[in-house]
């Protein structure tokens, strides 16, 4: 068969999903690390807003370790998360869809911003 033959059959890459099953265990313990964060920090938030309204102390024992909490869970998250973004990087930025790799994209630096903050106003 020649080269230039339209004839010829055309050979697909085999199709490789971007969040495979193994992925997806990685993916599903970042997003509830993501909820326990976001959980914890309505709870210290609404302390801190109460005590802001009534004027009074409302910090406990148990508000300091909610607060120590949110400290090790940030930084316990810190490393699944580059994890995935890793690997979701590297099987996703040549994908045809070029309007959902640059969301991605503008995700990702959305998600950097939100932990670079949070490690900032940690000041280790």
Not at 21 to 48: D, H, Q
Not at 72 to 84: N, Q, R
Not at 108 to 124: C, E, F, H, K, P
Request: net charge positive; proline share 5%; aromatic share 12%.
């Amino acid at each position: 068969m020649p080269m230039n033959d339209p004839e010829a059959p055309v050979k697909r890459r085999k199709y490789l999903r971007v969040v495979g099953p193994r992925l997806r265990v990685l993916l599903l313990g970042v997003l509830g690390l993501t909820a326990l964060l976001a959980a914890n920090s309505a709870y210290l938030a609404s302390i801190t807003a109460l005590e802001w309204i009534r004027g009074e102390t409302y910090q406990n024992y148990f508000y300091q370790y909610m607060f120590l909490g949110h400290l090790v869970l940030g930084l316990v998250f810190i490393l699944p998360f580059g994890i995935f973004v890793l690997i979701h990087l590297r099987n996703s930025w040549n994908r045809p869809n070029r309007r959902a790799v640059r969301a991605g994209y503008e995700l990702l630096v959305i998600s950097v911003v939100l932990v670079v903050s949070g490690i900032a106003l940690v000041r280790l």
